[in-house]
């Protein structure tokens, strides 16, 4: 019987964004609220000009630099304005004047917010000379994602974009989508670092922090030193890559608790996890617990998703009837259970598995699921 206090709370916060951040990296950030070791003053209340703030950044750019095993040829950045802000600055930056559309995959929820997001000044989407949809899940609910095999792209694209785990809907790609040959962009703000990638076959990734890597208030971007010099002219110069590339991220004051936290949640994943491989792992032994719970369930819990499609971040079901999983909904939360319910777009339920929740959590709700379905 799990009795629920604040703790049990947050090792069972299945929340789809803010998630869970391990307790080892909790407790670290409850001291550093008082004060910072080596510091002597709160995180809350230490300048962006010091220097050991300075060196924060550094030394978080090179810890993630190092997970994802990328060269010196990409800058990473720590900025603000959610991933929202990346669906509008990748397009100012890159598809202003460009002879050819960009291209987009409309794969879900987030990733059609992305396409309406570039859109600019052309609405409806539709109508922008900017941006052509390669492939649309949208006539099928976003069930399932397309193979490479059946786009047809063009290679003159100034870029192509496409969002790597639709964290509504539960679906994840498993293969690079794109041309080699094309600029590719891809918003991986719920499942980087959550698995080992060939990060340079990317020009520029972003993802927000508040998934897998932190609290909201930062967004990293990952950027080739070569996308640099393609950006169009005229931007404003906080909307423009370079000027954080130069400042390393501190032009002008940047959200240093969120940072501070990245760079303890980078640490934990070298020392504690092991590395990223581990932690893939750890990540497709959680989604597998849940994944084998909804398909041994005699189809009271109905996952919708392509089986080759299915998200190791967000496992999404339905259950027989809206009042039953109001009733799951409501046990769970009565168990200590949270963040259960889907996307308010979609319903239904979602557990999201980010790297803070543990194997051990995703076990006891697991047996939360048998236990309600062998009991209604
Ligand atoms: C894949 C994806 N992209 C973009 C966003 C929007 O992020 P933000 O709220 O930081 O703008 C979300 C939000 O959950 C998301 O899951």
């Known amino acids: ?35 910072v ?36 040829d990409y800058h990473v ?15 100012m930056a890159f598809n202003q004047n460009t002879k050819h559309p960009a291209e987009y995959l409309d794969t879900g929820y987030w990733s059609a917010k992305s396409i309406e997001g570039a859109s600019l000044n052309s609405k409806p989407v539709e ?40 964290t509504v809907e539960g679906l994840q790609f498993k293969e690079i989508m794109g041309l080699d040959s094309v600029t590719r962009i891809c918003d991986m703000s719920s499942d980087f670092l959550s698995a080992p990638i060939l990060a ?7 993802a927000h922090a508040q998934k897998n890597l932190g609290p909201a208030g930062v967004t990293i971007v990952v950027i080739k030193d070569a996308l640099l010099k393609l ?41 504690e996890v092991g590395g990223l491989q581990r932690m893939h792992e750890i990540n497709q032994q959680k989604a597998l617990c849940l994944y084998d719970q909804i398909d041994g369930s005699d189809h009271f819990y109905k996952n919708a998703v392509n ?17 039953l999983e109001e009733k799951f909904l409501k046990h769970a939360e009565s168990l200590g259970f949270s963040g259960l319910g889907g996307h308010r777009s979609v319903g239904g339920i979602r557990a999201s598995l980010y790297n803070g929740v543990t194997l051990n959590a995703v076990r006891q709700l697991s047996e939360f699921m048998h236990d309600f379905r062998s009991n209604v």
């Open 1 to 35: 019987m799990i009795t629920s206090t604040p703790t049990t709370r947050n090792l069972l916060n299945f929340s789809g964004g803010p998630g869970a951040l391990p307790e080892s990296v909790l407790r670290q950030v409850q001291a550093s609220i008082e004060s």
């Open 37 to 72: 070791p080596d510091v002597g003053l709160s995180i809350l209340g230490i300048s962006h000009r010091s220097k050991w703030f300075t060196d924060l950044v550094l030394d978080t750019e090179e810890r993630i630099r190092n997970l994802l095993k990328l060269s010196k």
């Open 77 to 91: 950045l720590f900025l603000q304005g959610g991933a929202s802000q990346q669906f509008a600055t990748v397009a």
């Open 127 to 166: 109508k922008s000379p900017q941006i052509r949809v390669a492939w649309s899940g949208r006539d099928t609910q976003y069930t399932r994602l397309p193979r490479n095999h059946e786009l047809a792209l063009n290679k003159d694209a100034p870029y192509f974009h496409y969002v790597s785990n639709e």
């Open 200 to 206: 340079e076959r990317f020009s520029l990734i972003y």
């Open 231 to 271: 950006i169009e002219p005229g931007l404003p110069a906080f909307l423009d890559y370079r000027t954080h590339a130069l400042a390393h991220s501190n032009f002008n004051t940047p959200p240093v608790f969120a940072i501070y936290v990245v760079n303890l949640i980078a640490k934990w994943l070298d020392d």
């Open 307 to 323: 089986p080759m499609d299915r998200s190791l971040m967000n496992v999404t079901f339905r259950l027989p009837s809206a009042a």
